[in-house]
């Protein structure tokens, strides 16, 4: 018989209801906590010996308590919240997870700028609020709608996620180009850009990229102003990417078109953070986090936690 191991979750809220945390159980104890404090952390995985976290912070000094750890598991793509380099010296594996929410990610994406083009959330309100009622014509034609066909689409991030949003965007008509911020990557099937060239053409610019060196503030005021004044400009790769205090201002001086933010510098976002601006409210999109978050995505995302034990597990005893 296989060894059970005694398995912390330190933010099991974040995952919400998953059927497959259920066989969790096979693995041995399971103790779930819905969120943990990082003055928590210690004390929770001191007798811990699998650790799974999808935002928890795990530090070099949470991981010297912590005597019997021998597996931290991401409940996400990236592990910028686990410090590496003291796990590797204890020889403590950290497994994330790719790919789980792929789908999810790409429908939000064009959900979203969808919304946006098509002028939703207004046309919604104007019709809820009796405007239309009132009228004396069958349609409204004040708001620009816009068609995607024959517009670039330009995409930062050509990953897995990246990938599928241009194959949908390549479907709806659009002329995909892409810019690698790594300088590596090639894909022989959509046109990669030089930075200048993403900028000055795109119709719509949507970012898929992790938040590294590369790409931290890399959508600043002045990228923005090299931008044509009708982009729109999406963001559901990592918070700090797009200088939110830039876009607003780009916003306001109509050097950008329309927005949308998935992600934020800070999550959840500031009462006080300038997107939250009323004047800003018809031409930004904000949602809160959601795009990875499909009870499907989620399903694959505990399914692939699992997956991830079983080897490392198998990987040990063979």
């Not at 398995?7 to 096979?26: F, M, P, Y």
């Not at 952390?41 to 010297?64: G, M, P, W």
């Not at 066909?149 to 949003?165: A, D, N, S, T």
Request: proline residues 3%.
């Amino acid at each position: 018989m296989k060894k059970k191991y005694r398995i912390v979750i330190l933010d099991a809220a974040t995952l919400g209801h998953v059927e497959a945390l259920e066989n969790l159980k096979t693995y041995g104890e399971v103790t779930s906590y819905p969120h943990t404090a990082s003055a928590e952390v210690a004390s929770r995985i001191k007798e811990a010996e699998i650790v799974i976290t999808n935002k928890v912070v795990l530090t070099a000094a949470d991981l010297t308590g912590a005597a019997s750890l021998q597996l931290i598991c991401v409940a996400a793509t990236g592990v910028n919240n686990v410090d590496l380099e003291a796990a590797a010296q204890r020889s403590i594996p950290v497994k994330n997870v790719k790919g789980y929410s792929t789908f999810g990610v790409a429908q939000q994406t064009f959900a979203v700028i969808l919304s946006l083009v098509h002028r939703l959330p207004f046309l919604d309100a104007y019709v809820k609020k009796g405007s239309y009622s009132r009228g004396n014509m069958f349609t409204y034609i004040q708001e620009d709608i816009v068609e995607l066909k024959g517009k670039v689409f330009g995409i930062i991030g050509l990953g897995e996620i990246g990938r599928q949003v241009a194959k949908i965007a390549s479907a709806l008509g659009c002329e995909v180009i892409y810019y690698s911020t790594s300088g590596k990557h090639d894909d022989a099937e959509y046109k990669r850009v030089e930075w200048r060239e993403l900028l000055t053409r795109s119709d719509v610019l949507s970012v898929h990229a992790p938040l590294n060196k590369q790409t931290k503030g890399l959508i600043d005021y002045v990228a923005m102003t090299s931008m044509k004044p009708t982009v729109i400009l999406h963001n559901a790769g990592r918070g700090g990417i797009v200088v939110e205090e830039d876009l607003c201002r780009a916003l306001k001086e109509n050097k950008v078109g329309l927005a949308a933010l998935d992600v934020y510098a800070q999550e959840p976002l500031s009462v006080e953070s300038p997107l939250l601006d009323p004047s800003l409210k018809d031409r930004l999109l904000l949602t809160p986090h959601t795009a990875w978050a499909a009870k499907q995505s989620r399903e694959r995302l505990v399914q692939g936690i699992i997956q991830n034990i079983k080897e490392w597990e198998e990987k040990g005893t063979s």
